[in-house]
């Protein structure tokens, strides 16, 4: 049983922190919006009023925000967390964020004698609920492990990505080739399709053949072979063109800094950057089948 300080209930956030709640942590959680810390009080956890007060008692911090801004401000800005602490209590930030600041605000933790870790999630809101995520985690050895078992109680699958930052670098690297691969599947498909072919037919070669790849055989973005894809929901989302945007951005400003070619990368996000441009960032983002094909 611990004292868990939880910092950011939005969609992700709030069912993260339900489950250490129900796994029997005890769980003070803070967030801008009233609503989501009252829904953690219901839940059974305690509501905190400001940063603070929802980690001063902790002996680990979860944080789940928005952005890179968001995290160095709840960390190291004036009433952050960093000044608010116990001494020992290890910090997990699961915010998907630039690599830069991910080591930079682990690095002023660690200089004030803070164990910290990266461990943004893949899995969406779906798996947030079930309890289901995939973390990967940066961090030394045995800060990842004092996180692993509050880990598990949010997600199924747990890797230790290295050292501080590795955890955002196989996210954001790992959502720049789906970004890729979404745009190929979809334009294989419509290719096959101005070319006579229909999509099942394709779906049942290509599938099995060289072709293959997770956005085809689970999310297939044609309508028809795959029932669960968004395809077949009208393109709702799911993980929305804006966060992939986001993700691709990220491994842009990465790229950048590394100082590494990515010129698909940098296509896909042009190409969903366009999609944000004409207003249809809040659809699947499978949907860019949609500006492929020309329909908006
Ligand atoms: P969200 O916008 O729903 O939640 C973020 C929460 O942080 C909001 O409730 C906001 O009020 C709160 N917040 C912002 N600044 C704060 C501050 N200073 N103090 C307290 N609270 C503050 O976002 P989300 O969908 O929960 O995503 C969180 C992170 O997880 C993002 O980095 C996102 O990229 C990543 N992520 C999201 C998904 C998904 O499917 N939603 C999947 C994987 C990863």
New binding site residues.
Partial sequence: MLEIGF????????PMAKNLVAAGHHVTG????ET?VAELVDAGGKGAVD?VDAVCNAEIVVT????GR?VE??YLGENGIVGALHDGCLLID????DVATARRVSDAATQKGFAMVDA??????GG?MAGTLTFMVGGADEAFARARPVLEVMGKNIFHAGASGNGQVAKICNNMLLGISMIGTCEAFLLGEKLGLDAQTFFDISSTASGQCWSMTSYCPAPGPVPASPANNDYQAG?TAA?ML??LVLSQEAAQTATCETPMGARATALYQQMAEAGSDGLDFSGIMRMLRGTF
Avoid: C, Q, W, Y
């Fill in positions: 910092v950011g209930l939005g969609n992700m956030g709030l803070f967030d801008r919006v989501a940063v789940m925000l928005p952005a968001h401000e709840v699961s915010s998907t964020i943004p999630v893949s899995g969406g809101v947030a993980f966060m986001k993700d």
